[in-house]
């Protein structure tokens, strides 16, 4: 992991858009850094969070992994509902939050367009208000252009950080 890494700044909100494994990494190195400092909570919305990586993170950290371990709260959430109101419920307790894959939960197409962008939006009131307290971290995977519900996120970011796929190596060819 070479790249320069986005901080987390107090009383901030920052949306980092990356592929994996790369975000997979950045939010393994995040979460340690905050761990070892105090608590931190993981709201997860892609089902995706890794804990074998963060246990490996912690334990080439130092011999103590266990006190990092035990600051860290972890929440998921299926549903756009869900994720709301998880973002509710931690929104004024000033830990540094990161929030993985808000966006997964409000691909539920049973759920109508509408509903879930005025869910969006009560989202991004509760992230605003939680970033007043402590650092929040939304991380995306790449969505498409032009996607409403990035562009909604990015326009309540202080700061959007996106990385981008490799692109593949090709074959010269002599001919």
């Known amino acids: ?81 869900q994720m709301v109101t998880l973002l509710e419920k931690n929104s004024g307790e000033g830990t ?12 539920d197409e049973s759920v109508p367009f509408p509903e879930r962008l005025r869910l969006l939006e009560t989202a991004r009131y509760w992230l605003d208000r939680a970033a007043r307290r402590a650092p929040v971290m939304l991380v995306l995977h790449p969505r498409p252009e032009g996607d409403p519900f990035l562009e909604r996120l990015g326009q309540s970011a202080d700061r959007v950080w996106t990385f981008e796929k490799a692109p593949s190596p090709t074959q010269l060819s002599y001919l």
């Open 1 to 81: 992991m070479r790249q320069r890494l986005p901080t987390l700044s107090t009383g901030s909100l920052q949306l980092l858009v990356a592929p994996n494994p790369f975000r997979q990494q950045v939010v393994t190195h995040f979460i340690a850094e905050l761990a070892q400092k105090g608590s931190v909570q993981v709201l997860d919305g892609g089902n995706r969070f890794d804990v074998l990586r963060l246990n490996r993170e912690l334990r080439s950290r130092g011999r103590d992994f266990y006190a990092p371990l035990k600051r860290i709260r972890v929440a998921r959430a299926f549903t756009c509902y």
């Open 96 to 107: 540094p939050t990161l929030v993985l894959n808000p966006l997964t939960t409000f691909e």
